[in-house]
């Protein structure tokens, strides 16, 4: 945003002039009318705006972005530096009390897997006696182990890996699927800002860029269409 622009509206607006007044000012003192509407937009909108804002820092604060910079950044193309500080002291508060939050929940969990232990340890170590002293059996587990892995990679369905009974070898087969998983979404949320960033440039509307996930590409379209 144009600190200069923003500064001539807001102090028409205060002198009592009208948008349609000061829009014909500007667009006859040879500024584009895209680069007008969206000046205008910024400031007879501002609860709109503050909301994209608002969620713009939520995502980076739960990303764990540099909130140094970022807050730089929002300062550069126009937000008001008091409204980026609030919004970002507010995310940092809540993602700290919800930390806390899954803090709790773990020690809670660790409790009853303490208890759960009491009772199921002994059992278990039983049952792992009987089967050292039953080789078949052993091979007839490891055997339905190995089927079970097979099974859920060829069909691609996680549920197989909980039917595993061999420790190291669940934990193989659920890492396959989290790593799986996880570059399916990496690929779907670079796609979409891709997408996004094509749509802001053939617009050329640089609200668009507050909609992509991705940081870098939001400030390479941002940096494009400022200009």
């Known amino acids: 945003m144009d600190e200069r622009l923003i500064g001539f509206i807001r ?5 009592g002039h009208g948008i349609n007044r000061i829009r014909k000012a500007l667009l006859d003192a040879g500024h584009d009318i895209k680069i007008v509407e969206e000046h205008i ?4 909108n501002p609860k709109q705006n503050h909301e994209k804002l608002r969620i713009f820092i939520k995502k980076h604060v739960e990303r764990g ?3 140094e910079k970022i807050k730089q950044d ?9 409204i980026v500080e609030e919004y970002i002291s507010h995310e940092l508060k809540v993602k700290k009390n919800r930390k806390y939050a899954v803090l709790f929940l773990v020690a809670a969990l660790a409790v009853l897997v303490v208890i759960a232990g009491i009772y199921y340890f002994p059992a278990s170590a039983k049952k792992t006696k009987i089967v050292a002293n039953n080789p078949e059996e ?3 587990r ?24 061999d420790i190291s070898l669940k934990s193989e087969c659920q890492k396959k699927f989290f790593h799986n998983a996880s570059n399916g979404i ?13 749509k802001a440039l ?5 609200s668009i860029c507050a909609e992509i996930n991705d940081y870098d590409v939001q400030l390479q379209c941002e940096k494009i269409l400022k200009v």
């Not at 102090?11 to 002198?15: F, H, I, N, Q, Y």
């Not at 929002?74 to 008091?82: F, M, P, R, S």
């Open 202 to 206: 053939i617009q050329h509307n640089i």
């Open 41 to 44: 937009s910024h400031i007879s």
């Open 142 to 165: 490891n055997q339905k182990d190995i089927e079970n892995f097979n099974k859920a990679l060829l069909s691609n369905d996680p549920s197989f890996c909980d039917a595993i009974l």
């Open 11 to 15: 102090r028409s607006l205060e002198s």
């Open 186 to 198: 990496q690929e779907i949320n670079i796609s979409a800002s891709k997408e996004l960033l094509n």
């Open 74 to 82: 929002l300062v550069n193309v126009g937000h008001d530096i008091k």
């Open 138 to 140: 052993a091979v007839a």
């Open 65 to 67: 972005s540099d909130m």
